[in-house]
């Protein structure tokens, strides 16, 4: 497996962040339910989509919701969890939680079957990349994801999850032929509020 080399830091954050304040003074979209929300980020390759589906139960201890990315290749879904103490939250790459065959217990752990064979520093550097970011309209942090029913944050950002989808991109995906994925770091921003919610998901 190749090998994934995260370049990010503090101060790369804190200067994204800076380059999107002057516009922050207000949310881009009044307030709206997280699971009405969409946020997307315009790329030179097209534009890229991020929102929440709502389960049946709750996905995980941390959330009702689902988190999906649509890039201009697919799209991919993930459960979140949440750390004690100061790491934050984390996301977990899932199947399809939409498809048939998750009806019965839900959308598979997508690492568990990618790491099948030890590869411990790869498994480190991906569970790295995964990392998941919500602000509210003033750039504070947020420190657990939304549930259903709850205001949907401002802004939402994962940006590691590009190296993984650059160098390791089946370990996300149930596309076997899934080639490199290019997504740059950056910020999602509400852009939407649908009027209904999308259709519940399992489990």
């Not at 929102?51 to 995980?60: H, I, V």
């Not at 991906?126 to 949907?152: C, K, Q």
Request: proline share 10%.
């Amino acid at each position: 497996m190749t090998s994934l080399t995260p370049q990010f830091s503090l101060a790369t954050l804190v200067t994204v962040l800076a380059l999107v304040a002057p516009a922050s003074a207000h949310s881009p979209v009044p307030a709206c339910p997280a699971e009405k929300a969409v946020y997307r980020l315009q790329t030179e390759d097209g534009p890229l989509e991020m929102g929440f589906l709502e389960a049946t139960n709750f996905t995980s201890v941390a959330s009702d919701l689902y988190l999906y990315l649509t890039t201009t290749q697919r799209s991919y879904w993930f459960t979140f969890s949440v750390s004690n103490g100061y790491s934050g939250m984390t996301l977990h790459p899932v199947s399809d939680p939409g498809a048939n065959d998750a009806k019965e217990s839900g959308p598979r752990e997508l690492l568990e079957d990618y790491f099948a064979d030890d590869a411990d520093p790869v498994r480190a550097e991906i569970w790295s990349s995964l990392r998941f970011y919500s602000l509210d309209a003033d750039l504070t942090f947020l420190f657990e994801p939304p549930r259903s029913g709850e205001p949907a944050p401002a802004y939402i950002m994962a940006p590691e999850l590009g190296l993984t989808l650059w160098y390791e991109p089946k370990a996300l995906t149930e596309d076997l032929a899934a080639q490199r994925d290019s997504i740059p770091r950056g910020m999602f921003a509400l852009a939407d509020c649908l009027h209904e919610p999308r259709p519940k998901v399992f489990p």
